[in-house]
């Protein structure tokens, strides 16, 4: 049923690689770990939860050091 929202993450995370600028494909791969997240969450799979919790901190901390670096 909410299937569709593994497949969002999925399509989101790869799409990041589109983008040129690495502190936009982090923040990208960030929303993507979210959506992981509350995929994680809806199916109960902690295992999932976690590892997502993890990328979506290395991503936006990563991002926002991009960020300063091209400052």
């Known amino acids: ?16 690689y589109f ?3 690495p502190a936009v ?8 770990a979210l959506l992981w ?3 994680g ?3 109960h799979a ?3 939860i976690v590892a997502n919790v993890v990328v979506a901190a290395v ?3 990563s991002s926002l050091r ?3 670096s091209s400052a």
């Open 19 to 21: 983008f040129r600028r």
């Open 41 to 43: 969450a809806i199916i």
């Open 25 to 32: 494909l982090r923040r990208i791969q960030a929303l993507a």
């Open 1 to 16: 049923m909410f299937e569709w929202i593994g497949w969002l993450a999925t399509a989101t995370f790869a799409s990041s």
């Open 46 to 48: 902690l295992p999932v």
């Open 37 to 39: 997240i509350s995929y």
């Open 66 to 68: 991009a960020d300063r």
């Open 59 to 61: 991503a936006v901390f």
